[in-house]
């Protein structure tokens, strides 16, 4: 999956969004400031204020982009038919394994989500989003490939994207934690089992 986004802010904007994002993801929320991005990218804390006036600002359009970058990804894979299900799912899990092949990183809203009480209300309800959105994407391409033949589920589509989500989200944690990458490799495989459908 593309982690490109277009190219709408100036390049110190994205400069910006792009270092927030990688600090979110290894720090967290509330162990970065201006002034570490100030200086990782050698400008003045006013020039970042230019394009954020204030960090639940910065916050926003990082969470923003990254849920824009996934859906117009999900959407895409989603549309066509010529894929099979688990082709889809294959697709859904790769940034998850890529996140896993770096020392300290995790997905953008689990990392948020691991701060949620302590975040602002603009961010937070974009975390809250973008664990709807992905479950319900889940949801469809479940129940598409139980229509197709292509797997059984164990409980209702529902309920087995809420289980997918939360164990690829809890396996990257845990993999950070460990930096043992068999973590996110085993739930995906055992996932995998779960749906294969039985003759």
């Known amino acids: 999956m593309t982690t490109t986004a277009p190219k709408q802010k100036s390049d ?16 967290g929320y509330s162990a970065f400031s201006y002034q570490d991005i100030a200086d990782s990218l050698g400008i003045r804390k006013a020039s970042i204020h230019y394009h954020f006036a204030s ?19 999900l959407v895409s894979i989603a549309e066509d038919e010529k894929q099979s299900s688990l082709a889809m799912l294959d697709f859904y899990v790769q940034p998850y394994l890529q996140f896993a092949s770096t020392p300290d990183r995790v997905c953008l809203s689990g990392a948020l989500a691991g701060e949620m009480m302590a975040l602002p209300p603009e961010v937070r309800a974009r975390v809250d989003h973008f664990f709807r959105t992905h479950q319900v994407w889940l949801t469809k391409i479940l129940k598409r490939g139980v229509v197709r033949g292509e797997f059984r589920l164990a409980a209702p589509a529902p309920k ?40």
């Open 12 to 27: 110190t904007a994205e400069q910006i969004l792009d270092l927030a994002e990688t600090l979110i993801q290894t720090r």
């Open 55 to 73: 960090k639940a600002e910065l916050g926003v359009a990082v969470v923003d982009r990254y849920i824009e970058r996934f859906g117009a990804a």
């Open 160 to 199: 087995m994207a809420r289980f997918i989500f939360g164990a690829l989200q809890g396996a990257l944690l845990v993999k950070r934690t460990t930096g043992d990458l068999s973590q996110i490799n085993d739930v995906i495989n055992v996932m995998k089992l779960q749906l294969a459908a039985r003759s």
